[in-house]
Every structure is written in C-alpha cells, then in structure tokens.
C-alpha cells in the first residue's frame, strides 16, 4: 500500500496550480493523482484504527471510514451544483469495483496462482445483493420513462406534476435502502462478524498496528487532504471537461471514480496475488454494496440540504446499462465458487467496452 504514497508529490503541486490560476487540465489531472494517496491514507487508518477496536467498533469505523473519499467528493460536486456528475462517479465507482477492479484480481491472482477458489455461498449472497440494490436504484429513472413523454396517456393530472413525484420516489427509496443498510449493519455488529460476512482471521494484519492515537490523527489529516484535493478537483471539473473534449459525465464515472476508489483498488489486487479470493472478493463486491446500498441514497438525502436543487434518484440510460450489466455479471462469476485469469480478462473487457460506450455517448 505505501507504493502509492509516493503521488503525495501531487498534492502542493494540484494547491499551487490552483492558486495561481493554472490551466484547469493541469488542475484537474495534478489534484486527481493527489487523491489517491490521500485516499490510501485514509483506508490505512480506518483499517488500523479497526483493528484496534475489535469487530464490534471496528465494524462501524470500517462502514463510517471506508467509502469517505467517495462521500467527500460527491458533497463538494453536490455543493457545486454538480449533480450528474455526482452520479456518474457514484456510478463509475460501483461498476469500477464490480468490473475492473474484480477483474483486476482474478486476472492477478489467476496468473500468480493459477485457478484459486472462495467460499460461493458468501460471495453470492453479497453479489446478489448488488444486484437487488442496483434494481431498485434504476426504478425511479424506469418510472421517469414511465411517466414522461410517451407515458400511458390515462395518468392525466400526475403526468403534469410527474417531476416532484419522481422526486418523492426518489426520496422513498432513498430513505428505505439506508434503514435497510442501518438494520444489517446493526444485526452485523451485534453478531461480531463484518457486514459481508468475512471472518476476522481472513483480515489482513499486519504485525505493526498503528496506536489508536496514531490512527485517529493520520484519519483527520487524511480526512483534510481529502477534502482539499476533492475541492480542488470539483472546481476544476467543468473548465477541463471542456478543454479536453471530454462530457463531464465520462469523467466522473472513469476518473473520478477511479481516484476514488484507489486504495480498495491495490488492496483487492493485493490480496488476490496472495491468493486471498475472500478477502478481494468482500473488498470488490462489499465497497459496491455499500457505495450503492448507502452513498447514493444518503448524497439524495443530504441534497435536500446541500446545493441549489434536490437531486431526484434519476440515472440516465447508460448509467442504467452499466449498473445493471455490473451487477448482473458479478453474479453470475461467483457462483461456482472459484476464478481464472480468463474470467478476470472478461471483467476488465466489459469495463472497457462500457468506458468506450460511454466516451461516446
């Protein structure tokens, strides 16, 4: 993991760029290379400061901690008005961390160790709860289609009010996938086991766990350099996308949630090369879960608050086509209980086929 400290050169730079109005490419691409060490920064401590905690305590700072990058940029775009873009990284990271980075690893640890194999039975219930979660967050966008032009015609008088009931759609389900995410997290906890069902020993641990004192002021400097880096990226993102050619939309979902994503990144490829598929799995799948399970609902929730307009749970059609394609494949390679590097291949060629699909777009 340290390895990738080494981009925390990027982060004065992507600051003083920012302060001496630099061309917003170099903004943007400079403070998105400084995300990522800070973001491994920030799962460093969460998951020491866990270990130091026991299961119980440990799985609450994992679940508060463990997606906080993600969270911290999408409050900055969400502040900013930026409310496709905080989708599509939300997006980029759910099927970043079903495709690429599950893809990642099984190609990894498949070339390392040949066909290596993982407990089906957890692997498929997690899969098949990103699935489930992924459904239901594409029902506001399927009733939107529903009820906009096109419609059934008999709708009459709701058809003319169809955006604040798309509205009150989105906020219902929002508001059910978090007391949903709150009542598992709390039998979990209860049960002393993680949320997705892995057990302690399969954690790694190393022989060096930092202090809890070490823990906590590395997780507030790691939280304030986030913070910085993903303020600076947000301000920089419409000038660049327009430099560059690029929508803002394939920039969330193939850079910004990529960066964002970094630390679950190394560690699941990590751990797949030490031939670990439980542990790369829960890692892959769990952050997929709890991004879709638990983010997006409460970043709908918190828009009510935050930014100039509340942001209706409405994904557009490829960001539907990429969730559901994500989800649908992840569970359908867990379910024999075993991955090749072919597998592995298949994964990153899907992500890559969305990425070209989306570029286009």
């Given amino acids: 993991m340290s390895r990738l400290y080494f981009l925390s050169v990027f982060i004065p730079v992507a600051v003083a760029l920012e302060l001496t109005d630099a061309p917003a490419t170099a903004v943007f691409f400079t403070s998105a290379l400084g995300l990522i060490p800070t973001a491994v920064l ?23 901690f463990g997606n906080a990058p993600e969270l911290i940029i999408a409050f900055f775009a969400l502040a900013e008005g930026l409310q496709e873009v905080v989708k599509a990284s939300l997006v980029g990271s759910v099927i970043g961390n079903s495709l690429l980075v599950l893809g990642a690893a099984m190609f990894a640890g498949g ?8 407990r089906r039975e957890p692997a498929e219930r997690v899969a098949t709860l990103l699935l489930a979660v992924c459904v239901v967050l594409v029902l506001p966008a399927l009733a939107q289609v529903t009820l906009g032009e096109g419609g059934l015609p008999q709708i009459g ?3 003319h009010h169809y955006e604040g009931w798309i509205e009150a759609v989105s906020l219902v389900v929002a508001s059910g996938l978090v007391v949903y995410y709150v009542i598992r997290l709390t039998t979990a906890i209860r049960d002393r086991r993680g949320i997705f069902d892995v057990d302690e020993e ?6 060096d766990v930092w202090s809890v004192r070490r823990s906590v002021a590395l997780l507030a400097v790691a939280g304030v350099l986030v913070g910085v880096m993903s303020e600076v990226l947000v301000g920089s993102i419409e000038e660049a996308s327009e430099a560059i050619g690029l929508s803002q939309f394939f920039i969330g979902v193939f850079v910004v949630g ?7 990144h190394w560690v699941a490829v990590v751990v797949a090369i030490k031939d670990k598929m439980d542990l790369s799995l829960n890692i892959a799948l769990g ?6 399970m638990f983010l997006v609902p409460v970043l709908v929730l918190a828009s009510l608050v935050v930014g100039p307009d509340p ?16 989800a649908a494949i992840a569970r359908f390679v867990t379910h024999g209980g075993h ?19 989306f570029f286009l777009a």
């Fill in 157 to 159: 008088e709701l058809r």
């Fill in 202 to 207: 399969d954690l790694e641990r190393g022989e």
């Fill in 258 to 264: 990529i960066a964002g994503n970094a630390a679950e």
């Fill in 339 to 357: 991955s090749t590097r072919n597998e592995g291949a298949l994964l990153i060629g899907v992500y890559l086929a969305l990425g070209v699909l």
């Fill in 287 to 292: 952050s997929s879960v709890q991004i879709a």
């Fill in 42 to 64: 920030m799962s460093d401590a969460t998951e020491h400061l866990a270990a130091r905690s026991g299961p119980g305590i440990g799985g609450i700072v994992n679940v508060t």
């Fill in 311 to 326: 942001m209706a749970l409405v994904f557009n059609g490829y960001e539907v086509l990429a969730l559901v394609v994500a």
């Fill in 111 to 118: 070339w390392k160790n040949g066909r290596q194999t993982f």
